[in-house]
């Protein structure tokens, strides 16, 4: 080892530790690898890591081994002993090898003593070319063969490889508090929306050789077999080789293909412009650039010659060079470039383990970037970049002048006809009245010579889209409808063209989704949202909400607040209804979500009423508004379109009086305080409607004051509540209010459960307010999964008596509370799977059926998509095993009516 080894690998260390925080965490947590690092340099301490076994702590070690690897790699990145061409090629290896743990791990579960096999996993993207990023996501397609897949003696082959493909997505993705090991992103799989999240390998293949489209195409360049099942996954790429590589070049998909970048530009403006903020990946000169430069190549003349179908970027460039395809100093130049951005990239992902790609706006961050790599401050890192992006741009952009113009649809139609049956409508004769129409200007939005134009550029995608959709003349209509409703329809139609990911997840939207369909009529920028790719990560918390809102609330007035609050829910619920239509995450995890963004708004607008009503009246010294949640609020698990259950409370001396210029008494205080959060949180205004709040679960009900003291509430609860209200006190969760506040409720809510009860009693009692629900709420029919028998009100019932009566597992999430129930043998085992089921039946239902109407073909194959069943028909069959094992043990619990205690011998 010379003195530079020495030098360089403790200048990475310093480095690291000065100036990524996640690194400096990591080499705290393994401070023995690092040792070895600075001794034995990189590979030798990588050696010495070895990966884990596959046993009950799995999740836990593999993030551990994860952070070992992540800390090494970032040193011989760092120190200059591996170039980037290794970092990402380890990185992926160490992918391919996680993959396979996780996979196995989910076996080992499922069907104990099986090998991994009969399931594939295809990587696509950078880690199909060895170019995984430092902190990336990957983007697999999970193919199965039902054949030979291991499952258990009564399993569907289809509904054991979703089950076992999701345990793996969970033990590689979800983030405990050992971090994860790798982000999924399964949506590049055929038709996402509707599809399960592992495929047979046979209607993979149909797809490809039928139905996909020209960006599939570009990214299965990109593809290997990287873990489980790699003979079945090699089977499966050299079955769909001919779509991949084909010998007669479409130039209509050459096109789409090219113009990716060029809607990049368009719609990523934020990080184009070179400087602080520009973004390394989709910006100008950036390295996607480079690799749609070498893809569209790739595509052209690939399918004739196999030399050039290398799947690296850098093998590709060298490849096409010394074919002759592009020149060599071209080739030279962007290989260099590459490394260079994808370092700095490495750099900027580093820092805080994000999967990021903009440079860092605030100077001191940028400086930070820049020390990492060895310069002295962000300058010196812009100097360096400047000169490769003028560069990679100016040779994509000599592409991009070459690539011939696409033509619209025919107006003829005798032209037109053949195109709209062959794009899915048959017969095509409304869809081509209605494309006349659209011409003819009929619609308000689409009488202006630039309305007309951008309808032209759009045509081409959206007749595809609607075409593909699974009802495409119901489909058509309502696009119609939502066109009609839009004073202009130019900005639309221009997005629409310029994604067409977009226009295709519109068109799911409006055959699946009746309630986003009106969301979008109403405000057709929703669609906006969707563009950046975080709109599909896994839904945020409260906390994370607040900060992204603080920005663009601050300083503004009440009303304009209270619009932005609704614009802001309105985006992300949109945004988390598209995530159930793309099968994007699990609905419970949507519930949880659209829970969390509750809270947020309720927050946000409840501190602004209060800043305003103080302005006024000053405050009640000594006292503060407390707001506890009910029902699906209070147990994280709201749906689209659930109102919101809430007690508003007080403390302090209801006697006190405030301290403003207009003093008011502590009861009329907050009653008035009470009414203007409702008002915040439900009165509809420009931006639409918020929430429908009910407060009737308060004390004395309706009859009762809005608000009382947590005094007043505890008082009541002890002497005169009835047994169903402490039920509804078991989903109950201090949601506003000082941490002391809600401490203090809580303490209220826990001594209360606490109090001893007799089973037979509470039981009576349940079993006779269920009935009077039953009575004024009959079940709509065989799918109203709460009101029917067994359905998820039974279930909540059951649950409730048992935990009044045991003073046990008061936790407000249900699914949580049944997991500690059936743990201490106080719920059947089966109740947690069956009110997953229903949990998840019911998110989705009250999305694609909001009014109770029979779902869609379409629609009912996205439920059972959703909620882990290969199908419909499967679906209602564990549906209905669902609701037996519900009803049988809520008729074990409730008491016998008199009629049968008399049958009884």
Known sequence: MTASDVSSRQSAL????????????????????????????????????TPPAIDDDIMRTLRLWRGRIALLLALGDLSGEHDVAKTTRLLSDFADRACDIA????????????????????????????????????????????????RRSRDDPDEAAVRIARRMVEILSARTADGHVLRVDLRLRPHPEVTPIVLSENAAISYYESEALAWEQAAFIRSRASAGDRALGAHFLAAIHPFIWRRSLDFRQLKEIGAMSDRIRDHFAQGQAFGPGYDLKRGRGGIREIEFFAQVHQ???????????????????????????????????????????????HRLQMIEDQQTHGLPVQAAALDAVARLDGLTDGAALL???????????????????????????PRDEGALAPQLAAAGFDPPDAALRTIAEWRGGKLRALRSAAALEALETLLPELVRAIGAAPDPQATLLRFDKLVAGLPSAVGFFHLLAAQPELAKIATRILSLAPTLADALGARAELIEGLIDKRAFEAPANKADLLAEWAPGLAGLDYERLLDRVRDRVGERRFAYGVQLIAGANDPLAIACGYSELAEAALQVLADATVAEFVEAHGRVPGSELVVLALGRLGGRALTHASDLDLIYLFTGDHLAESDGPRPLGATTYYNRL?????????????????????????????QGPLVVTLDSFARYQHEEAWTWEHMALLRARPVYGSDAARAELQRIIADLLAVPRDHDAVARDAAAMRDKIAAHKPPRGPLDIKGGPGGLVDLEFAMQVTQ????????PNIGSALACMTSEGLAPAATCNAHGLLARMLVMLR??????????????????????????????????????????????IRPAAPAEQEKQP
């Open 14 to 49: 310093d480095r690291l530790t000065a100036n990524a925080p996640f690194l400096a965490r990591l080499a705290e947590l393994n401070p023995e690898d690092a040792t070895r690092f600075l001794a034995d340099g990189t590979d030798a301490a990588l050696a010495a890591v």
């Open 103 to 150: 996979l196995a791990a989910a076996f080992a579960e499922r069907v104990p003593g099986e090998a991994s096999r009969g399931l594939a996993v295809i990587a696509l993207g950078k880690l199909g070319s060895h170019e995984l990023n430092y902190s990336s996501d990957i983007d697999p397609i999970l193919i199965f063969d039902p054949d030979s897949l291991p």
């Open 299 to 345: 595509l052209i003349y690939g399918g004739r010659d196999p030399s050039l179908r290398a799947p690296a970027t850098v093998d590709a460039l060298a490849a096409l060079a010394a074919a002759g395809r592009i020149d060599g100093d071209v080739a030279a130049r962007l290989a260099d470039h590459y490394a260079t951005l994808r370092r700095i990239e």
């Open 383 to 409: 100097a360096a970049l400047e000169p490769v992006t003028a560069d990679v741009a100016a040779c994509y952009d000599r592409l991009v002048a070459e690539r011939a113009a696409t033509t619209g649809l």
């Open 674 to 702: 009470a009414q203007r959060v409702t008002a915040a949180m439900s009165v509809p205004t420009a931006a639409g409607k918020l929430y429908d709040v009910d407060t009737r679960l308060r004390p004395q009900g309706a």
């Open 804 to 811: 009044l009566a045991t003073g046990r597992c008061h936790d």
């Open 847 to 892: 999305l694609t059926a909001p009014d109770g109407e029979p779902a869609t073909a379409a629609a009912r194959q996205l439920v059972a998509s959703q909620c882990g069943e290969p199908g419909w028909p499967q679906l209602l069959a564990a549906h209905d095993a669902a609701r037996q094992e519900i009803a049988a043990w809520w008729a074990s």
